[in-house]
């Protein structure tokens, strides 16, 4: 039997961890993302609304004939950048962080939602929190209002899965080592005031890596969790 699996943002960090650690044997593993990361690519800009109809398109090709063991879909995808107050960072690049960070992971789940709603087997939407969702975070306005309306739409949307449709998480990875965590260490504390704790995180070696990330994260789905659950690694 065979599993097909989507990671968006599969070229570096968490996705890549990901791709390289999926749990099922012979599957097929697709990258949505601009730059590619994995041997299948699906080359899309998920900041721009434009590419969100062709990312559709192509779960409905996929799955319109789909005899598999199971069907997943990872969103891993989203930015950090602009960081600094909402009033004075860049507005192009601030617009490209609500839409990848609030809509994209909407939009792209309910189009998977939809591709796969006629499926008997197993059916997976897992997607990317973070603890910014329930903390406010001066200077990130846009990545915190975009982890939380991910995790309210997967506690609704799991609220709205029959017995046997789609099973779908939040999951916050904790504090790993990427290179979104260069950036933010990176950042002057005028535009991210608590910058000084991420110091602290990576000089005590509080950091986790991408690969152990992944692996907390796929081990989600041999877990009895409520549909529509919204969990953080560091609490399980």
Not at 48 to 54: E, K, L, T, V
Not at 111 to 120: Q, V
Not at 123 to 147: F, P, V
């Amino acid at each position: 039997m065979s599993t097909l699996v989507w990671i968006s943002g599969a070229s570096a960090g968490i996705g890549a961890a990901l791709a390289a650690a999926v749990p099922f044997v012979g599957p097929r593993v697709v990258d949505i993302s601009r730059s590619g990361g994995t041997a299948e690519h699906l080359r899309a800009d998920l900041a721009n609304p434009a590419d969100w109809g062709r990312v559709a398109r192509h779960f409905g090709d996929e799955l319109a004939a789909y005899d598999g063991e199971r069907v997943v879909f990872v969103h891993n995808a989203g930015t950090i950048t602009p960081i600094g107050p909402a009033a004075g960072v860049d507005p192009d690049a601030y617009e490209r962080a609500v839409l990848l960070n609030s809509a994209a992971p909407q939009v792209l789940g309910a189009a998977f939602l939809r591709a796969s709603a006629h499926l008997t087997c197993e059916r997976h939407l897992i997607m990317l929190s973070s603890g910014a969702a329930k903390t406010a975070y001066a200077g990130w306005s846009s990545y915190n209002a975009g982890k939380a309306a991910v995790e309210h739409w997967v506690r609704t949307v799991g609220q709205e899965q029959p017995a046997d449709g789609c099973r779908i998480i939040a999951v916050a990875p904790g504090v790993v080592d990427t290179a979104m965590q260069s950036e933010i260490r990176a950042t002057s504390e005028s535009d991210f005031p608590s910058v000084g704790r991420f110091h602290e995180l990576e000089r005590t070696g509080a950091l986790s890596t991408p690969e152990s990330a992944a692996a907390g994260i796929w081990s989600l789905l041999s877990r009895d969790l409520p549909n529509g659950s919204c969990v953080d690694l560091r609490n399980l």
